[in-house]
């Protein structure tokens, strides 16, 4: 039953730090990113060869930087430039983005099946309680921690954190302040992008990688984003690991219907409190 | 040398004009206000300084700079802090994050949050709880509070007496004075005649996005004021 709980965190942990860039981006840009899947899918391959050749620590290195760049192009490309267009048109522009990188990866790695080994050290399996759990796993848990942990001191403790808060409510009484709200839009994305590289790469040694990998775990990023309250940070932790421990038994008890109860929570807690979890029906 | 000036300035809202060459400078020292009925384009005037509405003729320039494009951020990097209408409290920050925000510019001066606590003690007790739950007179402090963190050389306030009640614009009159014999120039938007004949030493009317009429409010009473304005 831990190591049931335990799988629960992973996958929570992965979904945690994928959704809150999804979050971050909607709190600056506004924009429903599906691109975010193929972010993921994407800094899975490049952490896969990077780490093949250099080793695991370089390739996750190399995947959350490449992930980076790729966001402030896509935020300068895409999102400013569609700013002012209705929101459905940024979303399938998003949608086409999803689409051509799992093409591209197709085009590069091929259709076939890649696993990434866990690097050295992570590599082991740990008795707790009477069965064995591997350590990268347990590493994967602490990571999702530490995001969030680092995140949420960013946001409430540093001055960039403050404006990033502010212009998520309110852009344009921000801007009025002093603050450049296009640069920090554009960093935001970097970062939601970044960590979904770096999701993806501590991704690879758990999941196969394939070119569609992105759109099913985009789904339920989406799942946590919607029941944590779309804006809310806090929301979207509680609902990652939540999400993480029903996805997981699912797959466990009714193997059939495990894709479907994460969507099932999310209407249920729609139903409760119409704007997430993270607000009070007002 | 002119904190703020307007020159011929046309504003548009898309494809709407609002403001028609409008001038109007405000130099240092000064205490000035803008009258105006509803409607007329008086938040234009802070919109087209601000970016928001865009200026397709004249020109606008903050101390010794005229910036070729307004960003939203231009005004408050340039020294011109505006406290808005409706006071815009940014919801899901306290107190004190909502201050601190208004310290982005990061302009030397004297002010930061103990000196705001200074001139409002209200706000140093209340520094902890979201923004928006404060009074309506509370929230305009904050709002005064949070423009001053920017250390402007020309504060704008959009009608700051909406919604307040007679007392606490009478104390809002007493700051106004206070913080311009202090060094702070004043822009006073409004149409409260009590207020602005209390602070300014001299005004310009606005109509229908042009401005009718400007002169000293020295010696004028309220009374004869308002008929001035009555056009
Ligand atoms: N964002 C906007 N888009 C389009 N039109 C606008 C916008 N804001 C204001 N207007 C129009 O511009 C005109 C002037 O508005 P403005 O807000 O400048 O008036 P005001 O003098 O500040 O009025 P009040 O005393 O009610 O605040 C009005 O006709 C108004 O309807
Ligand atoms: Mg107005």
Redesign the pocket.
């Known amino acids: 039953m831990l190591i049931q709980i335990l799988n629960g965190f992973v996958y929570g942990g992965l979904l945690y730090i994928l959704a809150v860039g999804l979050v971050l981006i909607f709190g600056l840009r506004r924009v429903v990113n599906f691109a975010h899947g193929g972010l993921f899918m994407l800094g899975a391959y490049i952490g896969y060869t990077i780490a093949s050749i250099a080793g695991f620590w370089v390739g996750l290195v190399a995947s959350v930087t490449v992930l980076a760049v790729l966001g402030v192009v896509m935020d300068r490309v895409v999102f400013r430039p569609l700013q002012d267009e209705d929101p459905i048109v940024t979303m399938l522009v998003t949608f086409g983005i999803l689409l051509v990188l799992e093409d591209l990866v197709r085009t590069i790695w091929g259709k076939d099946f890649l696993t990434l080994k866990p690097p050295a050290g992570l590599d082991g399996i740990i008795m707790l309680s009477g069965s064995s759990f591997p350590v990268y796993r347990l590493a994967v848990i602490a990571l999702a921690v530490l995001v969030a942990g680092g995140l949420s001191l960013w946001l409430r403790s540093s001055r960039v954190g403050l404006h990033v808060r502010a212009a998520s409510v309110d852009p344009v009484t921000t801007a009025m302040q002093g603050v450049d709200t296009e640069r920090l839009g554009a960093t935001v994305v970097a970062i939601g992008a970044a960590l979904a590289g770096l999701s993806g790469t501590i991704a690879a040694p758990l999941l196969a990688l394939s070119p569609s990998m992105g759109s099913f775990i985009l789904i339920d990023s989406f799942v946590v984003v919607v029941t944590g309250g779309l804006t809310s940070f806090t929301g979207a932790f509680v609902a990652a690991l939540l999400i993480g421990q029903l996805h997981n038994l699912g797959v466990v008890f009714v193997p059939a219907a495990a894709s479907v109860i994460p969507l099932v929570l999310m209407v249920l807690v729609l139903l409760w409190r119409p704007d997430g979890l993270a607000k009070k029906r007002s | 040398m002119n904190l703020l000036m307007l020159r011929d300035v046309d504003a548009f ?2 494809q ?1 004009q ?2 028609h060459g409008v001038s109007l400078e405000i130099g240092k020292g000064e205490r000035v206000a803008i009258l ?12 087209a300084m601000l970016g ?2 865009s200026v397709r003729g004249g020109s606008i320039s903050f101390g010794a700079e005229t910036p070729r494009r307004l960003r939203h951020f231009t005004a408050a990097r340039l020294g011109v802090a505006v406290v808005p ?1 409706g006071r815009r409290i940014v919801p899901g920050l306290t107190v004190r994050e909502n201050l601190l925000l208004g310290a982005a510019t990061e302009r030397p001066g004297p002010w930061n949050c103990e000196a705001v606590f200074g001139l409002f003690p209200v706000l140093r007790e209340r520094a902890e709880i979201p923004g928006p739950s404060l009074s309506g007179g509370q929230q305009q402090m904050l709002a005064i509070g949070r423009a001053l963190m920017a250390n402007p050389d020309l504060l704008v306030l ?2 700051p007496s ?1 919604g307040l009640a007679p007392v606490i614009v009478d104390e809002l009159a007493d700051t106004l004075v206070r913080l311009s014999a202090a060094g702070t120039s004043i822009l006073l ?1 409004e ?1 409260n005649f009590s207020l602005v004949h209390r602070v300014a030493e001299r005004y310009y009317v ?1 109509s229908k ?1 042009t401005i009718v009429e400007s002169g000293s409010l020295a010696g004028l009473s309220v009374e004869v004021l308002k008929k001035h304005i009555a056009v």
Request: proline content about 0%.
């Open positions: 809202y898309a709407a609002v403001l105006g009925r509803n409607g007329v384009g008086k938040t234009t005037i802070v919109n928001i509405a209408q959009d009608e909406e938007i149409q606005l996005g």
